[in-house]
Nanobody, 125 residues
Framework: QVQLVESGGGLVQSGGSLRLSCAAS????????LGWFRQAPGKEREFVAA????????LYADSVKGRVTISRDNAKNTVHLQMNSLKPEDTAVYYC??????????????????WGQGTQVTVSS
């Protein structure tokens, strides 16, 4: 079992930055793939970014590529999402998730086994 707790959300002006963090429990955290997703009101959950256990591979949604960086610290069981040049359309609840499977890094939410409760990000224009 893995428990995830996100933090770092908040209100920021357009063009600003935020750094989201996700703290995970579980001794095998460093073997899992990790991802960030977001969900805006009235919309489906959307992939944002993902990273392999050794950070050798990352995957980003086209909508955030170049503005967002995912990273992880296996020693601290944390994953981060650095978001720059934020836009009002980035407003959503952001979730971190764990993919405990052995497949390739994925943008499909169905590949992820554990989810956090989410943290709200609001970008004002």
């Amino acid at each position: 079992q893995v428990q995830l707790v996100e933090s770092g959300g908040g209100l920021v002006q357009s063009g600003g930055s935020l750094r989201l963090s996700c703290a995970a429990s579980g001794r095998t955290f460093n073997m899992y793939k990790l991802g960030w997703f977001r969900q805006a009101p009235g919309k489906e959950r959307e992939f944002v970014a993902a990273i392999t256990w050794n950070q050798r591979s990352t995957l980003y949604a086209d909508s955030v590529k170049g503005r967002v960086t995912i990273s992880r610290d296996n020693a601290k069981n944390t994953v981060h999402l650095q978001m720059n040049s934020l836009k009002p359309e980035d407003t959503a609840v952001y979730y971190c998730a764990v993919d405990a499977g052995r497949g390739l890094i994925s943008s499909d939410h169905r590949a992820y086994d554990y989810w956090g409760q989410g943290t709200q990000v609001t970008v004002s224009s």
